[in-house]
């Protein structure tokens, strides 16, 4: 098979995950666009085509277990009809959620969502796909910059991003016999509908955002896309089980 590989990324229906798949096929990787909504990720894989790629739609909610069995199931076939291949290279792990609410407002609904989408939806997956990830594979886990440093009313979801890291890490020594390098990079403020949209649509908080910052504002998703294209690229080889933050600086 030509090309660097196979890589899926989850939540590639919009935002972070979206320009990380666009990214990836662009280096000429064969591209699982896993998205919550068949419609989605269908979009993702038409755009990838458009461009000249080669891409698959995975519809897969990461909140839910038997979603991950089942689509991981008949995934494995897909991709040996589509592409000959039997094993992934390359797993992002995008899909995530914040629900930001002030101590007094948390709720045990919040909670439980954030921890099913963050947090075990994306163990859960990689659990799925470990046996069918080559020697050498790269998975990439997306955390936060809000895991280094604090905001008001992100209690929940700076935990559940600072689980992704210890899991991480742990995956990291266990898979590392294979040659699987397992790292998280954390995003500072980027523009995308996350948040409802406020790093990209609210003026006044973007700027306030890019304020503290080191390079004066907030990030861009191929900023992201591009780190993470960088983390599974030969040259990174000798990393893993690290935590990289791409935020521009955000509150040194
Ligand atoms: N933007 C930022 O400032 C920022 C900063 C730090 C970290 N992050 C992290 O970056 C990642 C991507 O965020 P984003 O900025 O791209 O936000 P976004 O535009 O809100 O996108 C979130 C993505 O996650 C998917 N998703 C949510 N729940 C899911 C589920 N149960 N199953 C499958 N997919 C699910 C969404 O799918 P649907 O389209 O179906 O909802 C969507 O594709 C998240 O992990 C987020 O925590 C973002």
Redesign the pocket.
Known sequence: MGGPGIAIV??A?????HATALALAERGYRVVAA???AE?GEAAVGLIEDAGGEALALH????DPRSISEGCAGLLPAIAEKWAGSTIDVLVN?????QFAPLHEVSAADFDLTFA??VR?LLLLIQALAPHLSDGARIVN?S??LSRHVSPATAVYAASKAAIEALSRSLAVELGPRGIRINTIA????A???NGGA?RDDAELRHGLGQQTALGRVGEPSEIADAVVALVSPGMRWVTGERIEVSGGVLL
Not at 187 to 190: H, I, K
């Open positions: 989850t939540g229906g919009r935002g972070l995950g998205a919550r909504s989605a897969l909610d990461v909140s995008n899909a995530g959620v914040g989408v963050n939806g997306v936060s910059s995003p500072g403020p980027t995308t509908d996350f790093m």
